[in-house]
C-alpha cells in the first residue's frame, strides 16, 4: 500500500509498480540528485522487500525467537510461551529502551518498526513527528508505515548524515558504507542486492 500512497502523492499511476516513471517522479518530487535518489530508494527497496513490507513482522516461532532475540529469550521454555504471539512478543524485545516503558506498558507494539527503514522506539516517533510537524504520528504510528512510509527513512538519512556517502557516487565502496550505516554491520545483510538495485535505479535516472 504505502508503494501506491507514493504514487498518488507524486502524481503517477497508482499501480504498485515500482519503474523508471515512478522513480523519476519521486527523485523530483523530494528534490533528491541522481545519486542520492538511487541510493536511497534501492536501500528503501531492500529493506522492505521491495516496497512490500512496511510494518514489521513479529510473528515469530520459537526457534526464531531464541535465534533472533537470545537474549531476551534465553530458555526455550520462555520462547515457547510468547511464539507467534507478536503483540507480546514486541512489548518483551522493545520494553524499558529507546523511549519505550515496561513490557506491560505495550509500548514496544505500539512503537515497532515501521516505515520504509522501520522506525523503531518511542523516541524515534517523537523525533519523526517533531521533525515533519506532524504530532498526530504519536496518537497513529500506523501513519509511518502508510502516508509517511518515505518521510520516515529520509528523516533517518538526514538524521544519520547519510547523504554525504550518496555524493560519493555509484560504486561498491559507497554502497557498502551507506548500506553498513543502515544495516548497522560491517558485513550488511544482502549487500549484492542493494548493489543490484542501487545500479539499476541509477541507470533508470
Given at each position: 500500500m504505502?508503494?501506491?500512497?507514493?504514487?498518488?502523492?507524486?502524481?503517477?499511476?497508482?499501480?504498485g509498480?515500482?519503474?523508471?516513471?515512478?522513480?523519476?517522479?519521486?527523485?523530483?518530487?523530494?528534490?533528491?540528485?541522481?545519486?542520492?535518489?538511487?541510493?536511497?530508494?534501492?536501500?528503501?527497496?531492500?529493506?522492505?522487500?521491495?516496497?512490500?513490507?512496511?510494518?514489521?513482522?513479529?510473528?515469530?516461532?520459537?526457534?526464531?525467537?531464541?535465534?533472533?532475540?537470545p537474549?531476551?529469550?534465553?530458555?526455550?521454555?520462555l520462547?515457547?510461551?510468547?511464539?507467534?504471539?507478536?503483540?507480546?512478543?514486541a512489548?518483551?524485545?522493545?520494553?524499558?529502551?529507546?523511549?519505550n516503558?515496561?513490557?506491560?506498558?505495550?509500548?514496544?507494539?505500539?512503537?515497532?518498526?515501521?516505515?520504509?527503514?522501520?522506525?523503531?522506539?518511542?523516541?524515534?516517533?517523537?523525533?519523526?513527528?517533531?521533525?515533519?510537524?506532524?504530532?498526530?504520528v504519536?496518537?497513529?504510528?500506523?501513519?509511518v508505515?502508510t502516508?509517511?512510509?518515505f518521510?520516515?527513512?529520509?528523516?533517518?538519512f538526514?538524521?544519520?548524515?547519510?547523504?554525504?556517502?550518496?555524493?560519493?557516487?555509484?560504486?561498491?565502496a559507497?554502497?557498502?558504507?551507506?548500506?553498513?550505516?543502515?544495516?548497522?554491520?560491517?558485513?550488511?545483510?544482502?549487500?549484492?542486492?542493494?548493489?543490484?538495485?542501487?545500479?539499476?535505479?541509477?541507470?533508470?535516472?
Open positions: 504505502s508503494l501506491i500512497n507514493l504514487q498518488k502523492k507524486i502524481g503517477v499511476t497508482a499501480d509498480a515500482f519503474g523508471p516513471g515512478t522513480l523519476k517522479a519521486a527523485a523530483a518530487y523530494y528534490k533528491l540528485s541522481p545519486n542520492r535518489a538511487a541510493h536511497f530508494f534501492a536501500q528503501t527497496a531492500h529493506e522492505s522487500g521491495n516496497f512490500k513490507a512496511f510494518s514489521e513482522n513479529l510473528n515469530y516461532g520459537w526457534k526464531g525467537l531464541r535465534a533472533i532475540f537474549k531476551y529469550f534465553p530458555t526455550d521454555a520462547a515457547k510461551a510468547y511464539e507467534r504471539q507478536p503483540q507480546k512478543i512489548n518483551r524485545v522493545y520494553a524499558n529502551r529507546m523511549g516503558g515496561d513490557e506491560a506498558s505495550g509500548d514496544g507494539w505500539l512503537h515497532r518498526g515501521r516505515g520504509a527503514l522501520q522506525l523503531t522506539g518511542e523516541f524515534n516517533f517523537k523525533a519523526f513527528a517533531d521533525y515533519i510537524g506532524r504530532p498526530d504519536m496518537a497513529n504510528p500506523d501513519l508505515a502516508e509517511l512510509a518521510e520516515s527513512a529520509l528523516w533517518f538526514d538524521k544519520n548524515k547519510l547523504w554525504s556517502i550518496c555524493d560519493k557516487g555509484i560504486n561498491d559507497a554502497i557498502l558504507e551507506l548500506s553498513s550505516r543502515i544495516n548497522g554491520s560491517k558485513k550488511p545483510h544482502g549487500l549484492d542486492d542493494r548493489k543490484l538495485k542501487t545500479k539499476k535505479y541509477a541507470s533508470w535516472l
